[in-house]
């Protein structure tokens, strides 16, 4: 044999050898096992009772069951807290989280937990009172920049759920567009024909194609839904889903590693590494739809004085018993 095909077979196996160790040093079961999760928030002394709801009559009560006693999971060693959040700006100006979404990440079960919360959620927030959950990155940001906006949103979501938050992902509506164009876009099945309130175009039942700015104006839509903020939540799962299909089908994946610079590059900030990321998304490739647990926020409309605006506004007021058991059960 000539020296060099045999030059040829070793670098192979030598590249195919280190391929198989990084893949194998990057699946979630190994690779967040062996990680010390940080904790970026722990909730604080429990929440005071809620006000008493004064919603007219009719609006809808609990969005979701009561978790039952004696239900909670098994604890995954490995498992940690994602928090989502998304801003409705497209520059730098100060801005409220539109989407706020907090995961259990269970690498050993492969499974996640994904906890929506309404940006009308009712919250206590220091020096403020009562107002909405959305406000409590808009003030602190105000005051102290990005950085205390991201820390004032992470530990309003600790407080409400009682859990603690170990990772954090923030992205506004740039980063978001941007991203999803630099994939090609993402395809998804549209269970019903919705009309997109944002970029006024109706989007069909069945398979379609989304460029960014049509993507962000689907994980906002939320006044042509039937249910309102959590039919818009239950998209918003839907589109992450679509986007790990994305970036790890054939064509994209040895795109992978210069994908993922880049979403960090629109990510406007999070604590997660780039091997964290590449773990991540090599989880998502293989969850079926019963591996990932959808929870919505349970409560009741509300309106009330905001204590911030000196008017009144409307509010998902949320059923603070029901939530803490959804904390425990799913979130811990």
């Known amino acids: ?54 919603a007219a009559a009719g609006q809808p009560e609990a969005a979701a069951e009561k978790p039952q006693t004696g239900t909670q999971e098994k604890a995954d060693p490995g498992a940690f807290n994602v928090l989502v959040l998304g801003l409705d700006t497209l520059g730098q100006q100060s801005s409220r989280s539109d989407v706020i979404m907090l995961s259990r990440v269970k690498p050993q079960e492969r499974k996640v937990n ?36 991201t820390e004032a949103s992470i530990q309003a979501v600790s407080n409400l759920l009682q859990v603690p938050v170990h990772y954090y992902v923030k992205m506004n509506f740039k980063g978001f567009v941007d991203f999803i164009d630099e994939i090609g876009g993402v395809d998804i099945d549209i269970p019903a024909d919705v009309f997109l309130t944002a970029i006024q175009q ?23 839904l ?40 629109d990510v406007i900030d999070t604590n997660l590494t780039d091997s964290d990321i590449l773990s991540l998304t090599l989880m998502y490739k293989d969850l079926m739809p019963e591996d990932m647990v959808y929870v919505q926020l349970p409560g009741a409309a509300l309106t009330a004085q905001d204590p911030l605006v000196g008017q009144p506004l409307w ?17 811990r």
């Open 226 to 265: 039937d249910n309102g903020d959590f039919g818009r939540q239950a998209d918003q799962s839907a589109l992450i889903r679509a986007v790990v299909h994305k970036l790890l089908s054939p064509e994209r994946l040895p795109e992978l590693p210069g994908l993922i610079q880049k979403i960090k590059k």
């Open 202 to 224: 109706n989007l069909p039942a069945g398979r379609q194609h989304l460029d960014g700015w049509k993507a962000l104006a689907f994980v906002r839509e939320r006044y042509s």
């Open 1 to 54: 044999m000539r020296k060099w095909v045999k030059y040829v077979i070793v670098g192979i196996i030598v590249a195919g050898g280190a391929a198989g160790w990084v893949y194998r040093e990057l699946l979630p079961s190994r690779h967040f096992e062996e990680k010390e999760h940080p904790v970026v928030a722990v909730p604080a002394a429990d929440l005071p009772a809620s006000a008493e709801v004064s």
């Open 315 to 331: 509010y998902w007021e949320p059923d603070l018993p029901a939530v803490r058991s959804i904390g425990s059960q799913y979130l």
């Open 114 to 149: 994904l906890v929506s919360i309404p940006r009308d959620t009712r919250v206590p927030l220091p020096g403020i009172g009562l107002t909405k959950v959305n406000h409590a990155h808009f003030m602190a940001e105000l005051k102290g920049g990005g950085e205390a906006g």
